[in-house]
């Protein structure tokens, strides 16, 4: 042997594949950290988080915000994509030149060069919230790979197949990850076990992932 790992397979700094085009960059958002978090802080000061109905008709445990042309919405209506936040009227903010950057960089890392994302949406989770297994087929062009950051307090993911009955596997997303998901993968069924475990040093009891998407 000429190396020793020290490392066990789910915790290595190496690209975990998660599926054929889906792909785990552990920590690949951390030297932007510093940038997307006063950036973020702006967003949710002009769109506010906020818990939107399913259309059951049932609170969402996870609070959102959108950034970009376009935010992904949910009512008793049904879900979908809106140029307007229907809590202010107005369009929503402008999306940070860090997060453009970020969500280039690691799409064509992961294989999907030249991804203009036109929506960004951001989810909190408070300690208990969750969000129940799901695939995510709002967007038109399901050609375009969705770029995920977790930042924050840590979070079991769950990630199926393309059948809701598939069994799924966990990966635990960490502060700074980030998670590619195109081609094969884009359809598959995913979600978030309840947050749970120690605070985050910098944001506290609080997990906030945003997913980058082209929705148009
Ligand atoms: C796999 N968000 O907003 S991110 C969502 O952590 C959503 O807030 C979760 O699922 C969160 O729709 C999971 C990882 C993710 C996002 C989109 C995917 C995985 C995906 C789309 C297709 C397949
Ligand atoms: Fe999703």
Redesign the pocket.
Known sequence: MTSLNLFSEEESLQPLP?GPQ?VLLRGFALPLVPEILPALDAVTKTSPFRQMLTPGGRKMS?A?SNCGRLG?VSDVHGYRYARADPLTGAPWPIMPDCFVRLARSAAEKAGFPGFEPDAC?V?R?LPGAR?GL???RNERDLGAP???V?LGMS?T?L?GGLRRNEPAGRAV?HHGDV?V?GGV????????LPIKGPPHPLLGQQ?I???F?KAE
């Not at 884009?186 to 978030?192: F, K, M, V």
């Open positions: 998660l889906a996870v959102l992904w949406l989810n989770y969000m799901h695939q995510d969705i770029v995920s977790s979070a993911f990630f997303l998670v998901w993968d884009r359809l598959r069924y995913h979600g978030i997990r992932n945003f997913t998407r």
